[in-house]
């Protein structure tokens, strides 16, 4: 029997797959033959190169006001602790509710509040509490957007163009994260940050004019049993019951906890160490955003998940070892060829858990599932950032980064111990949801992969 639940869950909303131009796209580029994935696609990429220029400006900002390393880290951990908090709320919503309302909703708060910093900013009002207030507004506002956005993928491309879909939105992240730190750095020095905070606002009309765009699927979707706080309970039972998600999880969120916080000392690694000013902060982040594009690029090449979990725990401790070798580099140049490496070894560990999670979980489950995740990625960033930046401020900022870059090691290696005993019971999972050919959890299987070979069909 076919997965009718699956299918009718994952070509909703997914659009008409378009006659030529569009239906000759390389392989790479398959899931920009769906008309809502292109529309998201070219809107979320301006916007996008807009929230990285923010980034920097902020923490340059904070610096600029402060000096203060823990001021830094506290910055942080403000504008991410409400994903941690609120994400399964999020979830919980997304599977709930109309996805691309709750993105239209997002998008043009997240708009309003990047126009307010910039008023601020340029009228030369603004002081670091509004700082934290803004940041911890946004936060909320992704708590919302993240597990939505994550979960809207399958509403627009369907389950075939999945694992493309997310691969291309990762490099759309990290072509935005390589373009927008560049402009930053030279914007930030010449004019200041508030034109940047500007050029963000303005950016999210892109996004919000894509999703106004889109020929969406109206219709409701099916109601939850139970209370909403009885679905965010069942997200999290799912989750802790689910060895293979929860295992990845758990990586995810130790490798986001310790290495990803470097981001966060970008500053001082530009200013102190490096001598490099706010132009080398935009050109070290843009570093870093290049080595994560090239690994989205790579990952989108992949026709199937086959050997992804490997890829996994290579990542993670290719991951470690690059933040291990930028703590000791004091070479402006050579720190920046190294962030190459740490960018793309991040993204590979991201972009491919995230791929093999959304290839696991039901559909009725993506939401809370998807929320869980934006608590490993981004939630456990908050903390991480805090740590780093009381580290920093006793230690100096080159031994917490090659600290993290230890624990990142450390997590692949158990992970990778791991990952022979995980196969089976995905498999099973796998099994149970009754994947057909076109599937994008289809391949997750062989040597290297997550689970076990599948027996031939008799």
């Known amino acids: ?13 997914a659009g008409e797959e378009q006659p030529w131009p569009w239906s000759r796209l390389p392989f790479v580029l398959r899931g920009l033959r769906h008309r809502n994935y292109r529309l998201f696609f070219g809107g979320q990429f301006i916007s996008l190169i807009g929230t990285w220029m923010q980034a920097v400006a902020q923490s340059w900002l904070v610096y600029r006001l402060t000096g ?80 939505t956005r994550q979960a809207f993928a399958v509403d627009m491309v369907g389950r075939e163009d999945l694992i493309n879909a997310i691969a291309l939105n990762s490099s759309m992240i990290n ?6 730190p560049a402009i930053a750095g030279v914007l930030v020095a010449s004019v200041g940050e508030g034109w940047c905070f500007l050029v963000n606002a303005i950016s999210y009309l892109a996004v919000i004019a894509g999703l106004l765009l889109m020929t969406v699927d109206a219709q ?80 989108a090449t992949k026709k199937g998940i086959r050997g992804l979990g490997q890829w996994i725990a290579f990542s993670a401790a290719g991951f470690g070892l690059g933040l291990i070798l930028f703590s000791m580099s004091r070479n402006f140049l050579f720190s920046m060829v190294l ?34 995740y934006a608590m490993m990625f981004m939630g456990m960033a908050p903390f991480g950032s805090l740590l780093a930046g009381t580290l920093a401020d006793h230690i100096g900022a080159p031994e917490t980064v090659r600290l993290g870059g230890v624990m990142c090691m450390a997590g692949a290696v158990v992970f990778r111990w791991h990952l022979p005993a995980l196969r089976q019971e995905a498999r099973q999972m796998i099994v149970a949801l009754q994947v057909a050919g076109g599937d994008p959890a289809e391949e997750i299987t062989g040597q290297g992969s997550i689970v076990a070979p599948r027996e031939p069909h008799g």
Request: aromatic fraction near 6%; charged fraction near 10%.
């Open 339 to 372: 962030l190459t490496p740490v960018g793309f070894s991040m993204m590979i560990e991201m972009a491919a858990s995230n791929t093999l999670i959304q290839s696991l979980v039901r559909d009725e489950l993506r939401g809370r599932v998807m929320a869980v």
């Open 68 to 147: 203060s390393a823990v001021l830094l880290g506290f910055v942080g951990f403000a504008g991410q602790i409400p994903v941690f908090l609120l994400a399964p709320v999020g979830g919980s919503a997304a599977d709930r509710y109309n996805r691309h309302r709750i993105l239209l909703a997002t998008q043009t708060t997240a708009m309003l509040l990047a126009f307010i910093l910039a008023a601020l900013t340029l009228t030369g009002r603004v002081q670091v509490w509004h700082v934290f207030a803004l940041a911890a507004s946004l936060g909320m506002v992704n708590a919302f957007d993240v597990p």
């Open 220 to 299: 409701a979707r099916v109601p939850l049993p139970g209370s909403a706080l009885a679905s965010i309970v069942e997200g999290f039972r799912y989750v802790r019951h689910t060895r293979p998600i929860r295992t990845l999880l758990l990586l995810l969120g130790l490798v986001s906890l310790m290495g990803m916080p470097y981001a966060v000392l970008m500053p001082i690694f530009a200013d102190r160490i490096l001598h490099g000013g706010p132009r080398g902060l935009g050109l070290l982040m843009g570093a870093s955003g290049f080595g994560a594009l090239i690994g989205a690029v790579v990952l």
């Open 175 to 180: 072509g935005a994260r390589m373009v927008g």
């Open 1 to 13: 029997m076919a997965n009718e639940s699956g299918d009718r869950a994952g070509h909703a909303g």
